[in-house]
């Protein structure tokens, strides 16, 4: 049995992978989460692409998978260092410390704060809202704007790329999730206002993973989607408190006025790495400012720090099962090291 | 509409390596067409396209796109990859032949 | 009297005819430029105070330089000296020559080489004050050229952070200035040492030498020094056409036909002459943290000499602070926007189908237009429809489509033609709405809406209309404790005086901190519109460090009145970025009895309606 004791910090599906798999390794696993409840982003989520499967169970099967472990939640590290003799000292919010003997990073990601493209609206107009707000308003937790229910013949905006690959806002890299998540609430909204008509703007639609092509289809095919490629330029308010937008239709190079009950925009993934790890653990960055591992292809999860291991989104936009996996991967990786 | 083969003369080489030059950020690029939407000038002009135009070789349609532009810059600050559209524009259609003097007297 | 003569004078006398010759040649030129207009005024003006007017500021500008006096004293004292030094040794050497020969009319150098040829103790009337003022006038002029020499050493002592670079004519022209006066001394002084005279200057160099005064005068050191004094002096004057020094005839013509009313257009090509090239436009330059080598002084040069190319007429942001700063008062965006002119192709723009005016049902009185970039700004232009509803103002927006641009851009662009076409059709729609006044968030369009276009309403910007709402009651604010930092807009501030009216409305809302580069010195964003080469990161470059001078410590917020700073200056500020409206929304007390009315139903007017009709 080892006796080694190995940090885990950040408690969403990477974090979660990495602690079912060392625990269930025997090891002595505390896990570091800054909001209360482990599931990271999960939980903002009502239902996952591409079968709608309500995010909360997927949330409880993955912390179902960890055995014994020690689990601090609402602790938002203060700081990490590593000592001579390899080992990592924990500083938690209160000033308490703690000692492991390795450590996964599996911190996540930042969601794009929408108010930065001051032309869309957000935080301005009521009836711009993000893709993280509808998730809400279609769980059920935040009510719709109380005016759309009542109209008849909705007409709802989908706006990709809100933050990604966008430098002027620092982010060129793409955030891989938006696209099929567009697709996934436009059926959403859909279902849930049958008279209502979703255009969705896009710049590319990256259907990358199982299932997804063919959601795509179906939104067009079952659900009257309609897809044009072009960016939404400006939104401005009209006198009814309709949205009205402006965008090309780049494909076939003609202008678009249009007026719009609901502008939901697709804000992507950003790097949100605290200082300690890049200052003090020696962690590099790619250009969008995620964490580097010491390569992309055989070593995404080790870093030239020894016992320190990189784990799901702080290394770039993943989907939840990438990024579950991508926690197991490190903690296989982890256990490989400490064998040898 | 004219039909024509993709040997692209021309095509990222003579002209439009000096506008490369000129304007190294054109090749940033992803012809999201934000510009053209943003357009105050017109429905015609798109510098998307005109860009898009230039990556195929055709300089004088490129220009064509360019059209009416009112040179209000609203395109620079709709860009999200940071296209210099204005200086993409001047070089296009300002000063064709930017080595030369102009002239003071 | 028979005038004296050496072989000598020669050098200088060719100096000063080919100068004298090119100077008239020069003169000529210009005049025949001008247009008939502007002939038929100089004219009209040469008997009348316009012509006195102008004197007095010759002597101010041309010799005393106030203008620079007011960059920096130590700067303003070289200036000073070497102008006025040099002119009191012209005017009394002129009078002394007058008083020893008695006539009026004497050969031109020999004012010049005057103790040359009457050395040692000349007594005539007067003649001792005459020797002392010559004297002291060489004194005011050595110390100019020796701090002149010092400037070249260490600019930041003069008060500049950078010096201009020269080109050849102009470090030939300066070296041989730089040894006309003290090889006149030495001249004098040596030849006071053999003959004796002189006063306390090159009387006491005289003295110093007098040991060696054999020495000296068996090997005619006197006559080689006289030699060498007259080709520094001829060769100085032989180069002054062709260098920066052609500035000193030229800014006096260029005074002179300024107060004689000949338009900016016809005053061009004096300008271009009339630059001393004294490097004082350079550090105000926006594009210098990006280390951009092309600042009015380099500019201007180079469009002298004909060596203008469409980069160097685009290369500037013409955010006005060179023009703010240059001594001379030279139209240095003027200048500029010729150069872009004349690389100019022709352009036309469409007939603009999308623009429109909403005229009111009760005739809008007030029209709000937010500006084309405003468009990207809705939280600037929905805190002012807020406001104006709850000041009570019944208002229409100009162009609700976002497809209307006031021309500014095309016209900094070089496409005048095409500008003045944009204007007309705007004014056509402006005049069928029956707007009484226009309210613009964009300081380029307040610009040019109030000084290009002759419209018949009262055109404000939006911190002018928020100063008087504010000031009149109709909006009442707050006072929070809040920190804030004003950043001037450079077509706002220097490009239309508004300095005061956002700082009234701020400092009644917040505290308002100072900063050193505000008002006239405001720091250019690096957005400006009249710039087309920029990169991202030299825009960047050029706001942080705008930021930077303006941000401390305490700064909470920044703020701004143009929608391009905002934009500009939010992406790297530290600190929140927003625009006087908001700031003003934020703080409005809201005044629950009031009536605010509702927006007028209005009608659309279009632009083919318009030609329709």
């Given at each position: 049995m080892h006796t080694k004791k190995i940090a885990v910090i950040g408690a969403g599906p990477a974090g979660l992978g990495a602690a079912s798999v060392l625990s269930r390794n025997g090891l002595r696993v505390s896990v570091f989460h800054r909001e209360a409840a482990a599931g990271g982003h999960l939980n903002d989520w009502a239902w996952l692409f591409p079968r709608f499967v309500p995010a909360r169970d997927v949330a409880v099967s993955m912390a179902a998978e960890t055995r014994q472990v020690d689990f601090h939640p609402g602790c938002h590290i203060a700081g990490v260092s590593r000592h001579a003799n390899g080992q990592f000292k924990i500083v938690m919010p209160d000033g308490q410390t703690e000692v492991a003997d390795a450590l996964v990073y599996a911190g996540g990601f930042r969601v794009f704060d929408a108010s930065r493209k001051e032309e869309l609206g957000y935080g301005i107009y009521p009836r711009v809202v993000t893709s993280a707000d509808l998730e809400k308003m279609l769980a059920g937790e935040v009510p719709f704007p109380v005016e759309l229910l009542q109209q008849q013949a909705l007409r709802i905006g989908v706006v990709h790329c809100v933050g990604s690959r966008d430098e002027k806002s620092g982010?060129?890299?793409?955030?891989?999730?938006c696209c099929v998540t567009g697709v996934k609430q436009s059926i959403e909204l859909r279902k849930r206002f049958p008279n209502s008509r979703v255009t969705a703007f896009y710049m590319d639609m990256r259907m990358f993973g199982n299932g997804y092509e063919e959601l795509y289809l179906e939104a067009q095919r079952d659900w009257q989607v309609l897809f044009v490629r072009g960016r939404v330029s400006e939104v401005a308010e009209s006198d009814e408190g309709r949205l009205r937008v402006k965008a090309e239709d780049t494909l076939l190079g003609r202008p678009i006025r249009d007026e719009f009950d609901l502008l939901v925009l697709m804000v992507g993934m950003e790097a949100d790495l605290p200082k300690w790890l890049i200052e003090d653990l020696g962690v590099k960055q790619i250009d969008a400012g995620f964490a580097r591992g010491n390569d992309e292809l055989v070593a995404s999860n080790r870093t030239p720090t020894r016992g320190l291991y990189l784990a799901g989104s702080c290394k770039g936009p993943l989907s939840v099962a990438e990024a579950w996996n991508d926690g197991q991967a490190a903690a296989q990786q982890l256990l490989l090291d400490l064998n040898r | 509409m004219q039909v024509r083969d993709l040997s692209m003369a021309g095509a990222w080489g003579d002209s439009v390596d000096v506008l490369k030059a000129i304007e190294p950020s054109l090749v940033n690029c992803i012809t999201c067409g934000g510009c053209a939407a943003a357009c105050?000038?017109?429905?015609?002009?798109?510098v998307a396209k005109a860009i898009l135009l230039l990556r195929r070789g055709l300089l004088a349609d490129a220009r064509a796109a360019l059209?009416?532009?009112?040179?209000?810059g609203k395109c620079r600050f709709v860009c999200p990859m940071g296209v210099n559209t204005r200086g993409v524009i001047a070089a296009l259609t300002f000063s064709p032949d930017s080595s030369g003097n102009i002239l003071h007297q | 009297m028979t005038q004296p003569f050496d072989w000598f004078v020669i050098p200088f006398a060719i100096g000063f005819w080919s100068m004298m010759l090119l100077l008239v040649v020069k003169i000529c030129r210009w005049w025949l430029g001008f247009s008939s207009v502007d002939k038929k005024m100089a004219l009209s003006r040469i008997f009348s105070v316009h012509t006195l007017r102008a004197l007095v500021e010759m002597v101010r500008e041309g010799l005393l330089h106030r203008n620079i006096f007011r960059v920096s004293p130590r700067l303003g004292y070289m200036h000073m000296s070497l102008a006025m030094g040099w002119f009191l040794l012209i005017v009394v050497g002129k009078f002394q020559t007058l008083a020893f020969t008695g006539n009026h009319v004497n050969a031109v150098w020999l004012p010049i080489f005057f103790k040359s040829f009457y050395p040692g103790d000349v007594h005539f009337a007067g003649s001792v004050v005459y020797e002392f003022l010559m004297d002291a006038a060489l004194l005011l002029v050595l110390s100019g050229v020796a701090l002149a020499w010092y400037k070249r050493v260490a600019p930041s002592a003069l008060g500049m952070r950078k010096s201009a670079r020269h080109i050849w004519p102009d470090r030939v022209a300066l070296t041989f200035l730089w040894f006309v006066f003290p090889v006149r001394l030495l001249s004098e002084g040596g030849t006071a040492a053999i003959h004796g005279g002189g006063s306390f200057l090159t009387g006491t160099v005289g003295a110093v030498l007098s040991p060696w005064a054999d020495l000296l005068a068996a090997w005619q050191v006197d006559g080689a020094l006289w030699w060498g004094y007259s080709i520094v002096l001829g060769g100085f004057f032989l180069m002054l056409p062709w260098s920066r020094y052609m500035h000193i005839p030229a800014e006096l013509v260029l005074i002179l036909f300024r107060h004689w009313g000949v338009s900016p257009q016809s005053l061009q090509p004096i300008e271009l002459e009339a630059c001393s090239r004294c490097g004082i436009c350079i550090d105000g330059c926006a594009m210098l943290p990006v280390g951009n080598d092309g600042q009015a002084v380099y500019y201007v040069r180079d469009a002298r000499y004909g060596y203008v190319t469409a980069a160097k007429a685009h290369d500037c942001l013409m955010c006005g602070s060179c023009e703010s700063r240059c001594p001379v008062g030279l139209r240095l965006g003027s200048l500029r926007l010729e150069g872009r002119r004349k690389g100019a192709s022709d352009w036309a723009v469409n007939p603009v189908e999308s623009a429109s005016v909403a005229v009111g049902a009760n005739g809008g009185r007030v029209v709000y237009f937010p500006g084309c970039v405003g468009a990207l700004t809705p939280a600037v232009t929905s805190a002012m429809r807020r406001l104006m509803q709850a000041a009570g103002v019944s208002f229409v927006e100009m162009d609700a489509n976002n497809g209307m641009c006031c021309g500014r851009p095309l016209f900094l662009s070089g496409q005048a033609d095409a500008a003045r076409a944009q204007v007309a059709q705007n004014s056509q729609l402006l005049a069928a709405s029956e707007a009484q006044v226009l309210v613009t968030s964009c300081p380029v369009c307040y610009k040019m809406f109030s000084q290009y276009y002759q419209l018949p309403i009262t055109v404000m910007h939006h911190t002018q209309w928020l100063k008087q709402m504010v000031g009149d009651g109709r909006l009442q604010v707050s006072h929070s404790d809040a920190v804030m930092v004003y950043h001037d807009p450079c077509e706002l501030g220097r490009g239309c005086g508004v300095y005061d009216e956002p700082r009234d409305v701020l400092s009644r809302m917040v505290t308002l901190q100072s900063s050193s580069d505000q008002r006239q010195a405001s720091l250019c964003c690096g957005g400006s519109l009249g710039g087309y080469r920029m990169k991202d990161a030299g825009r960047q470059q050029i706001a942080s460090h705008a930021v930077d001078r303006l941000v401390d410590a305490r700064t909470q917020t920044l703020v701004t009145a143009c929608p391009m700073c905002k934009k500009t200056l939010a992406a790297v500020s530290p600190v929140k970025v927003k625009d006087i409206a908001e700031v003003t929304l934020e703080h409005l007390v809201l005044l629950p009895f009031k009536k605010i009315p509702h927006q007028e139903k209005s009608l659309l007017v279009t632009k083919q309606e318009l030609v329709g009709a």
């Open positions: 982010n060129r890299h793409c955030s891989r999730m | 105050a000038a017109s429905a015609n002009v798109s059209e009416g532009c009112l040179f209000c | -």
